[in-house]
């Protein structure tokens, strides 16, 4: 039995993804997002696994913007490219520090595997249930 049907149902394939991942980044990145200065401050010295030292505040409201913002984004399909690409770059981030740490593949997994998903949908795009409408 062929599955070629299934192809007609990759946008809603995409959407699905859209919410799941969407939603994820939210819940995530609201106590991030809401946590001000101080929880930024926290969060932007993973800048220093790289050699980035300086404005730690502005790096982590950044990356709580890119996991917040980025999931409302991702939802609706709207500057998704773009998103996805801060999301990649923030995960990129996540993973190194995991890695620098010596933490086991257990830990550093969901940050290795959402930034394969959020390269992969750079490419893809957001489909055509979404603003963009791509």
Do not use: C
Not at 13 to 32: D, E, K, T, W
Not at 35 to 62: H, Q, S
């Amino acid at each position: 039995m062929k599955l070629q049907f299934l192809g007609a149902y990759k946008n809603l394939g995409l959407l699905i993804i859209r919410l799941g991942v969407g939603l994820s980044f939210i819940m995530h990145g609201y106590p991030n997002m809401f946590g001000g200065p101080p929880v930024w401050k926290d969060l932007g010295t993973v800048m220093r696994t790289v050699g980035i030292d300086f404005a730690p505040t502005l790096w982590g409201f950044m990356a709580a913007f890119a996991e917040f913002g980025g999931g409302v984004l991702v939802i609706l399909g709207f500057y998704f490219r773009p998103a996805v690409l801060l999301m990649a770059i923030t995960m990129a981030m996540a993973l190194n520090m995991h890695l620098s740490k010596g933490d086991p593949f257990r830990v550093y997994s969901h940050a290795m595997e959402l930034g394969i998903v959020f390269v992969s949908l750079l490419f893809v795009g957001p489909g055509k249930f979404s603003i963009d409408g791509e």
